[in-house]
């Protein structure tokens, strides 16, 4: 079989640009995917179909995506893969249908459902379920519960002449890998092609960070006012190309799709999803031709027996101030009018019994707060400084005092205050998430195609075998001589977050490199680096194909997603914290030039 299915990621989260439908669809893609979904993203919508029964999905999926897309869809046959429909897929469905309508379209437009576990809570807090990483219980009265569902049923409704196929919550990868089943007919058991299929997913499913976005050599991408969404070629054997729209801006190179690899992983030998457990240890990158990248061998064994479930809840209310204190020693006024806020807040609460605060945060935007013991000591006399403070309580009208009492403090306490920034804070629910393992076989997952529902099979899985051996380490690089210099000189890096944890991968520039990041960079030195901000352990994973390394760093996030007051609540930051680290770096290499201030 020598046919190529070309896939276009066209949105990496609700609220991306709409630009990247048509951009992609004008390439003449066979299939576009959008992936708009996120744990908060999940209570938003659960909110909101609570509110409207007729909401609950990602509205700009309908107004103006397929608006857009539709004459194609029902013109020259493209196919539309989205998990737009979030937590109401039957209403998303029909709004499509309502759109086509006025058009006078006629799309075959499927939906998938069984990932809503809302109306089994009960059931499910009566299972004894604990939270996959620390432990805690099911929440008592959650908003949202939701599988993460695979690629089997995308796959089945595309096979069954689905147009348009519409699904709640599911992995991200899955809605790459469902139009390569039903293309190319792998089965349940392709383990090496489900796993490269959902690389494929997995590379893709963030839109522009496969194509330059949030590349660590920012300076080489041209054209961020155009970025190009990227399109992946995949061959029947799992293989594929990435690459991007012509005449688009951004930057396709194994460097720039190696990042977006690592992105977002914990052990790379065991990444588990519902349909294969994939082992990406000895993925190679290739470069293909301009702004081409081939990438291979990716593995996979079975799948586990679970799917994993995200629930979300209210766990309280936050506030968050800003403002920007100007002129001499502006650092130490802005902790002194932090401190005093708080005070004089607290104070007012405990009068009016409503408790302490649960959690507060002080932080001084501009002294590189945030690097703690490594901060620039040059920044401590900066004249410009944003004081945040962010406050967790229980109760609401607890952080309404809080709201009340920023801006008195613009004449009670330090001179040089200005630009608050939104006024008056707002006082906002915090969204908990906790996520378990429930066995696959208590889920009953469905098609809806035409009204007529059908139920799919999938495969039980099997438990997860026991952690391959840790390889022994190749030999290190004693004939090179070195210097001290920065882990940027010899590596680029991507950092994102898993519920309270963060992952860092890590990719030597050349081959070459990969022995001194291994000795320089050990889990103990990582979790030094980064002081007070990481509470657990960190751990350290090779990628031997990719000469890269992933660092997982355990609750480092304090809580992750909108439970966290930090500054950085998705751990985008900690890549580009950690390339300033100081390395030992061949003496052949010209350091980059310090701009510290």
Same mark, same amino acid.
């Given at each position: 079989?020598?046919?190529?299915?070309?896939?276009?990621?066209?949105?990496?989260?609700?609220?991306?640009?709409?630009?990247?439908?048509?951009?992609?669809?004008?390439?003449?893609?066979?299939?576009?995917?959008?992936?708009?979904?996120?744990?908060?993203?999940?209570? #938003?919508?659960?909110?909101?179909?609570?509110?409207?029964?007729?909401?609950? =999905?990602?509205?700009?999926?309908?107004?103006?995506?397929?608006?857009?897309?539709? @004459?194609?869809?029902?013109?020259?046959?493209?196919?539309?893969?989205?998990?737009?429909?979030?937590?109401?897929?039957?209403?998303?469905?029909?709004?499509?249908?309502?759109?086509?309508?006025?058009?006078?379209?006629?799309?075959?437009?499927?939906?998938?459902?069984?990932?809503?576990?809302?109306?089994?809570?009960?059931?499910?807090?009566?299972?004894?379920?604990?939270?996959?990483?620390?432990?805690?219980?099911?929440?008592?009265?959650?908003?949202?519960?939701?599988? =993460?569902?695979?690629?089997? @049923?995308?796959?089945?409704?595309?096979?069954?002449?689905?147009?348009?196929?519409?699904?709640?919550?599911?992995?991200?990868?899955?809605?790459?890998?469902?139009?390569?089943?039903?293309?190319?007919?792998?089965?349940?058991?392709?383990?090496?092609?489900?796993?490269?299929?959902?690389?494929?997913?997995?590379?893709?499913?963030?839109?522009?960070?496969?194509?330059?976005?949030?590349?660590?050599?920012?300076?080489?991408?041209?054209?961020?006012?155009?970025?190009g969404f990227p399109i992946a070629e995949c061959a029947a054997d799992g293989s594929f190309v990435v690459t991007k729209p012509e005449g688009t801006g951004g930057l396709v190179t194994p460097l720039s799709v190696g990042e977006q690899v690592v992105y977002e992983i914990g052990d790379p030998g065991r990444y588990i999803l519902p349909d294969v457990v994939c082992d990406f240890t000895e993925v190679r990158l290739e470069?293909?031709?301009?702004?081409?990248?081939?990438?291979?061998?990716?593995?996979?064994?079975?799948?586990?027996?679970? =799917?994993?479930?995200?629930?979300?809840?209210?766990?309280? =209310?936050?506030?968050?101030?800003?403002?920007?204190?100007?002129?001499?020693?502006?650092?130490?006024?802005?902790?002194?009018?932090?401190?005093? #806020?708080?005070?004089?807040?607290?104070?007012?609460?405990?009068?009016?019994?409503?408790?302490?605060?649960?959690?507060?945060?002080?932080?001084?935007?501009?002294?590189?707060?945030?690097?703690?013991?490594?901060?620039?000591?040059?920044?401590?006399?900066?004249?410009?400084?944003?004081?945040?403070?962010?406050?967790?309580?229980?109760?609401?009208?607890?952080?309404?005092?809080?709201?009340?009492?920023?801006?008195?403090?613009?004449?009670?306490?330090?001179?040089?205050?200005?630009?608050?920034?939104?006024?008056?804070?707002?006082?906002?629910?915090?969204?908990?998430?906790?996520?378990?393992?429930?066995?696959?076989?208590?889920?009953?997952?469905?098609?809806?195609?035409?009204?007529?529902?059908t139920e799919i099979y999938v495969p039980a899985g099997e438990p997860l075998d026991a952690a391959p051996g840790i390889p022994a380490e190749p030999p290190g690089t004693d004939s090179v001589r070195t210097k001290k210099g920065r882990l940027y000189d010899?590596?680029?890096?991507?950092?994102?977050?898993?519920?309270?944890?963060?992952?860092?991968?890590?990719?030597?520039?050349?081959?070459?490199?990969?022995?001194?990041?291994?000795?320089?960079?050990?889990?103990?030195?990582?979790?030094?680096?980064?002081?007070?901000?990481?509470?657990?352990?960190?751990?350290?994973?090779?990628?031997?194909?990719?000469?890269?390394?992933?660092?997982?760093?355990?609750?480092?996030?304090?809580?992750?997603?909108?439970?966290?007051?930090?500054?950085?609540?998705?751990?985008?930051?900690?890549?580009?914290?950690?390339?300033?680290?100081?390395?030992?770096?061949?003496?052949?290499?010209?350091?980059?030039?310090?701009?510290? #201030?």
């Open positions: 079989m020598t046919r190529t299915l070309r896939i276009g990621g066209a949105a990496g989260f609700w609220g991306d640009t709409p630009e990247g439908a048509l951009q992609v669809a004008n390439a003449g893609v066979d299939v576009i995917i959008f992936d708009y979904l996120a744990e908060v993203t999940m209570a #938003i919508l659960a909110r909101a179909r609570s509110k409207n029964p007729e909401l609950g =999905y990602a509205t700009d999926f309908v107004d103006p995506v397929m608006i857009q897309l539709l @004459p194609q869809v029902c013109g020259r046959g493209l196919k539309v893969v989205a998990n737009a429909g979030g937590m109401n897929p039957r209403a998303c469905r029909d709004a499509v249908l309502g759109v086509a309508e006025k058009l006078g379209l006629s799309p075959r437009v499927a939906i998938v459902t069984g990932d809503d576990l809302i109306d089994r809570t009960a059931e499910l807090a009566a299972m004894g379920l604990h939270e996959i990483d620390k432990g805690t219980p099911f929440p008592d009265k959650p908003w949202s519960v939701n599988a =993460y569902l695979g690629a089997l @049923p995308i796959a089945k409704a595309l096979a069954a002449g689905a147009d348009i196929v519409i699904t709640g919550r599911c992995v991200d990868s899955a809605l790459v890998l469902g139009p390569l089943i039903a293309e190319f007919g792998w089965s349940a058991g392709d383990y090496d092609r489900l796993a490269a299929g959902s690389l494929a997913g997995h590379v893709i499913e963030c839109g522009c960070q496969a194509t330059g976005g949030n590349f660590s050599d920012w300076q080489e991408v041209p054209g961020w006012e155009n970025m470069t293909a031709g301009p702004d081409r990248v081939l990438v291979t061998g990716a593995r996979g064994r079975a799948p586990t027996p679970d =799917y994993k479930v995200s629930t979300t809840f209210l766990d309280g =209310y936050r506030s968050t101030a800003m403002f920007t204190l100007v002129g001499p020693d502006a650092v130490g006024k802005a902790k002194r009018v932090g401190e005093a #806020i708080i005070a004089r807040t607290r104070r007012l609460m405990t009068d009016q019994n409503f408790g302490d605060y649960r959690r507060t945060s002080i932080k001084l935007l501009g002294s590189e707060h945030q690097y703690g013991d490594h901060a620039n000591p040059a920044l401590a006399a900066s004249r410009e400084i944003v004081l945040r403070l962010d406050v967790h309580h229980d109760v609401r009208d607890a952080l309404a005092i809080f709201a009340r009492e920023i801006a008195p403090a613009g004449l009670a306490m330090a001179p040089g205050r200005c630009g608050l920034f939104g006024g008056r804070p707002r006082v906002t629910p915090i969204v908990g998430h906790r996520a378990f393992l429930v066995p696959k076989t208590a889920l009953t997952i469905s098609i809806d195609i035409a009204m007529q529902r010899i590596a680029c890096a991507r950092s994102g977050d898993k519920g309270d944890n963060v992952n860092i991968g890590v990719i030597a520039r050349e081959p070459a490199f990969a022995p001194l990041i291994r000795l320089g960079l050990t889990p103990e030195r990582v979790r030094d680096y980064f002081g007070d901000l990481v509470r657990g352990t960190v751990r350290r994973f090779e990628l031997p194909g990719m000469n890269a390394f992933n660092f997982v760093l355990t609750e480092a996030l304090d809580g992750g997603g909108t439970s966290s007051l930090r500054n950085d609540t998705q751990g985008k930051s900690f890549a580009q914290m950690l390339l300033d680290i100081e390395i030992e770096v061949p003496e052949s290499i010209p350091s980059a030039p310090r701009k510290d #201030i």
